[in-house]
């Protein structure tokens, strides 16, 4: 299975980019799902996380409190180091499965971590949606109501920018609107089509 590697900072618009590729029939592993079903009501990695940051980190519900998660690991590298190496095998491992199961010409892994979690490593090529950052900024705050500072902390968890571009095969800008956005993944699909059916033979 030829795996495309997708990512791109927070509100670069990966998910606009990765419904376009699902258009033309292409399986899309997110590994942002993936790190949601481990952390699933019921599953090990919960009450792990429980046990080490207290049980008002659950929702009445038992399920995870993950504003509050993301509130308390921002806040404390330890804390965020510790949460890595407890969820980063087990999402590793559901990505592993999910990509086996895959029935698509090729498959897609969509990380916002593909170079900081070295998925990068597991996929034949890599696309990276690019925005300025002053325009990532923006963006963050606009949808998901958080401050600038709150976001400013999260791209500074993330690569910089500059070091995702030397990681990128392909590079979507994604500042032109959704025509363009239209026209760069039809160009991209054909081409990993072919690169896909390379592999394929040689295989």
Not at 36 to 54: D, M, N, S, Y
Not at 91 to 100: L, P
Not at 129 to 155: F, G, S, Y
Request: hydrophobic letters at 40%; one cysteine or more; charged letters at 30%.
């Amino acid at each position: 299975m030829f795996v495309l590697g997708l990512t791109g900072g927070i509100g670069s618009g990966k998910t606009a980019v990765s419904d376009r590729f699902e258009t033309y029939g292409i399986d899309v592993i997110d590994a942002d799902l993936c790190s949601r079903v481990v952390v699933e009501k019921g599953r090990p990695a919960l009450t792990q996380i429980a046990e080490h940051f207290g049980s008002d980190i659950l929702l009445p519900s038992g399920e995870l409190d993950r504003a509050e998660l993301r509130t308390r690991i921002f806040a404390d590298p330890n804390e965020k180091q510790w949460l890595e190496s407890l969820l980063h095998p087990l999402i590793g491992e559901e990505v592993f499965n999910q990509i086996c199961a895959a029935k698509s010409p090729y498959a897609i892994l969509a990380s916002p971590l593909l170079v900081e979690s070295g998925q990068n490593a597991i996929c034949d090529s890599v696309v990276v949606v690019d925005v300025p950052e002053a325009l990532q900024i923006e963006r963050t705050c606009k949808r998901d109501e958080n401050d600038e500072a709150q976001v400013k902390r999260i791209m500074a968890s993330q690569a910089s920018r500059e070091d995702r571009l030397k990681h990128a095969d392909n590079v979507i800008e994604n500042t032109a609107g959704l025509d363009h956005l239209d026209h760069e993944v039809e160009r991209l699909h054909a081409i990993y089509l072919e690169k896909a059916a390379e592999k394929s033979v040689a295989s």
